[in-house]
């Protein structure tokens, strides 16, 4: 009997490759699924997520409100901020009022990092750059600011860049809630069924990576970008965290609060209803 094929997407970055990493690399009795590993950038994998291309996928919190008819949120496996989040950077000093007229590299419009910044700032000028290049456009003058994703938030300082403002830790100050970043979801025609059981293999996947964490790390660390393993562990514990275990009321209310005042400031396109995988 053939095995049934479910792809997995996530993004190249630490801690989803952390969290993937029992799951995706036969860890794990998969029991009768055979799992199919898909790696790009998180703003791909939103716009994957709204043509439902993957049966199970990263994506932002912003995304979802896309995504929502086709996809179940798993309650595990969440990118969680605890006063801490994507944060915008420059060359030189400024106050954040100044942003409103600079130009910032973002890594997406989909992405939960850009949601933030648009409910800070309002109006800003924008240029979409890969996450992973926004540095070098901030530092080569092609743009006066950038707002940074994964890896990059731990080490913009090595490269002489200026924290203007860390999105988390507004977010906290404001709201007293994590800040929910990104999230697992399941697609809903799979049945109820193989959702609850990719839900457990998820969880159990997790787990694995808690508990054997320097040969999850020494995996996660090819898709550091140079960060050794230390860096690379300091940066997955920023985010996976007991909300990435299991969000909780804490985190379902963060998700609510953030996807709330996204449509009520005209930034989605219709109410958001969650959707989890009991």
């Not at 479910?6 to 998969?30: E, N, Q, R, V, W």
């Not at 926004?134 to 006066?144: P, S, Y």
């Not at 969000?247 to 998700?255: F, K, Q, V």
């Not at 996204?262 to 958001?272: D, N, Q, S, T």
Request: some cysteine; overall charge negative; hydrophobic content about 45%.
């Amino acid at each position: 009997m053939a095995l049934r094929e479910i792809t997995i997407g996530h993004s190249p970055d630490p801690d989803d490759a952390f969290m993937f990493y029992a799951l995706t690399h036969g860890k794990l009795d998969t029991g009768g699924l055979k799992i199919k590993h898909h790696i790009t950038d998180i703003e791909t994998l939103n716009h994957k997520a709204v043509e439902g291309e993957l049966e199970v996928t990263a994506l932002s919190v912003h995304a979802y409100g896309y995504a929502m008819d086709k996809y179940a949120l798993l309650k595990c496996g969440g990118s969680f901020g605890d006063g801490v989040g994507p944060i915008v950077v420059a060359k030189k000093k400024m106050e954040i009022g100044e942003l409103a007229d600079d130009r910032i590299a973002v890594p997406g419009t989909m992405t939960t990092a850009y949601l933030l910044l648009k409910l800070l700032l309002i109006n800003f000028k924008f240029e979409v750059v890969p996450f992973d290049k926004i540095m070098d456009a901030v530092l080569n003058g092609e743009v006066d600011a950038g707002l940074l994703i994964h890896e990059g938030q731990i080490t913009h300082k090595k490269h002489g860049l200026r924290k203007i403002v860390d999105l988390g830790t507004w977010w906290q100050a404001d709201m007293n809630l994590p800040l929910p970043l990104g999230v697992n979801a399941v697609r809903k025609d799979l049945g109820e069924a193989t959702m609850r059981q990719l839900a457990v293999l998820m969880r159990q996947s997790i787990d694995y990576a808690m508990a054997h964490r320097d040969e999850a790390v020494a995996y996660a660390m090819k898709y550091g970008r140079g960060m050794d393993a230390g860096t690379t562990n300091k940066f997955i514990g920023m985010y996976v965290n007991k909300w990435t275990v299991d969000m909780g009321e804490d985190g379902r209310s963060a998700i609510s609060q953030l996807l709330t005042r996204g449509y009520h400031a005209a930034l989605l396109p219709r109410p958001v209803h969650l959707g989890f995988v009991e």
